[in-house]
């Protein structure tokens, strides 16, 4: 990742973000949209990591810290850009933001489809917690 930068997202980088995660990210959420992301980046300014190489978006990942658990989301690279180091440095750069945080342990969402998603998380030190299923419900 010679020519990349990795720096918090701003609220006029929003509208490329969301258009880059249709390209680049596996699935959607209910939060997935303008003002899901603007209430993200209000809340917390530093949990939206951008990778860019020179103008480009080519890597994302939302590194949230509610105060107790670091939670990470969206890690996603632009598929022309993977292989080249992208995934593991916004990874690194959401895991020293954990630690200055007083983070002790992240966990992150992998679909169960997205094998070389599971692939990558793994090569990052990451593993499944199988006694554990997330429970989900919507409240709109």
Partial sequence: MNESRIRAARPEDLDAVLAFWKTAAEGTSISD?????????ARDPEALLLAEDGDALVGTVIAGFDGWRCHLYRLAVHPDHRRRGIGGALLA????????????RADAMVLVRN???QHAWR???????????????PLA
């Fill in 123 to 137: 090569a990052a030190g990451y593993g499944p917690q199988e006694q554990w299923r997330r429970w989900v419900k």
């Fill in 93 to 104: 750069a959401a895991e020293d933001r954990f630690v200055a945080l007083g983070g002790r």
């Fill in 33 to 41: 949209d303008r003002a899901g992301v603007e209430r993200l980046v």
């Fill in 115 to 117: 094998e070389t998603a």
